[in-house]
């Protein structure tokens, strides 16, 4: 009987374990959206983060999914707003940033509002006059000037220098350049009134930068921009909330992340740069191990640069400066 029993609690036990798998993969892929601060909310569960504000007038984007999670996510905005898309920035050039400007581009006027209501089986419609698809210039510029298998100009049709602001929805947004970043097109946005600021790739919890010196990257950039974001941060009492920070990749984040992160940056290029001006090869650098006590945390393992490709794209970097 306590034979039978335990065989029983058993095969509960393992109904309950397979169950309980089953439902974490399916919450691993489930689409969410989270909201971060007043009119701004987080898409997370996507190759890419995406950032909305979701106001009375109409909808802003930085950055867009994949095609094929479109429909999933316009349903879970539609449960909140009906208005049309107004304004979507890209962050940087990068075929997973801008997957989705394609479609969200059309949804500019009253007939896009339709578009993947719940109650609606439309699958395209709208216009693309009133989307102003906003991007550095130097996004433009590598559109033409780099190998790249993005097909269409639809990417961005505006485009701005060193700084853009608007008001939209009852809020200034401003867009800023980060020069020689991650990219040499990176934009960082800042709803100001939402105090609520969408980083791009240049700060992704988690995950090792990817510094793309073909790009026109640099990991002095980098820091340079992480400071200035810190800068825009006003922490909350205690230090937390306050500003809230979104990620290109990763989890939603406050001024102690974004600190963190710069830190693990700022010290591994200083290991790696005390290393080349006493003359260290490239190889040499990455047998010293100059990331050994951040690879937990950042080495790879949500995917993202490995800790033997950051420390190659810093060492390339600061060699680049040298020259
Ligand atoms: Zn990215």
Do not use: C, W
Not at 39 to 55: E, H, K, S
Not at 81 to 100: C, E, K, M, N, Q
Not at 185 to 213: E, M, Q
Request: aromatic letters at 10%; glycine letters at 8%; hydrophobic letters at 40%.
């Amino acid at each position: 009987m306590i034979k039978n029993n335990n065989k029983f609690t058993q095969i509960l036990k393992l109904i309950i374990s397979l169950f309980l798998i089953q439902n974490g993969f399916a919450q691993d892929q489930a689409l969410n959206l989270l909201h971060v601060q007043d009119q701004v909310y987080m898409l997370y569960g996507a190759d890419v983060n995406v950032t909305v504000q979701i106001g009375d007038n109409s909808l802003v984007f930085v950055d867009s999914p994949d095609p094929s999670v479109i429909p999933q996510m316009m349903s879970l905005i539609r449960e909140i707003s009906d208005r049309p898309v107004h304004y979507l920035i890209t962050t940087h050039f990068d075929p997973l940033h801008v997957a989705g400007n394609d479609i969200l581009s059309t949804m500019g006027d009253s007939s896009g509002v339709g578009v993947f209501r719940p109650d609606s089986s439309v699958a395209v419609g709208g216009a693309s006059e009133g989307v102003t698809v906003l991007s550095h210039e130097n996004v433009l510029n590598r559109f033409y000037l780099t190998e790249h298998d993005i097909p269409s100009l639809t990417i961005t049709n505006t485009y701005y220098s060193k700084k853009k602001d608007f008001f939209e929805n009852g809020e200034a947004i401003i867009v800023y350049h980060m020069p020689a970043a991650h990219t040499d097109g990176d934009s960082i946005v800042y709803f100001r009134d939402s105090d609520v600021i969408s980083t791009g790739d240049i700060f992704t919890p988690g995950l090792y930068p990817l510094i793309d010196s073909d790009l026109g990257g640099s990991v002095n950039g980098l820091i340079d921009a992480l400071n200035f974001i810190l800068d825009l941060i006003v922490p909350g009492p205690f230090a937390e909330g306050g500003t809230y920070v979104v990620p290109g990749h990763g989890r939603m984040g406050d001024e102690i992340d974004v600190v963190e992160y710069r830190n693990m940056v700022y010290i591994v290029r200083d290991r790696i740069k005390n290393m080349i001006e006493k003359g260290a090869s490239l190889e040499e650098v990455i047998a010293s191990d100059p990331t050994f006590d951040y690879d937990t945390e950042y080495g790879g393992h949500r995917g993202g640069p490995t800790n033997i490709e950051f420390i190659s794209s810093v060492y390339q970097s600061l060699q680049q400066d040298m020259d």
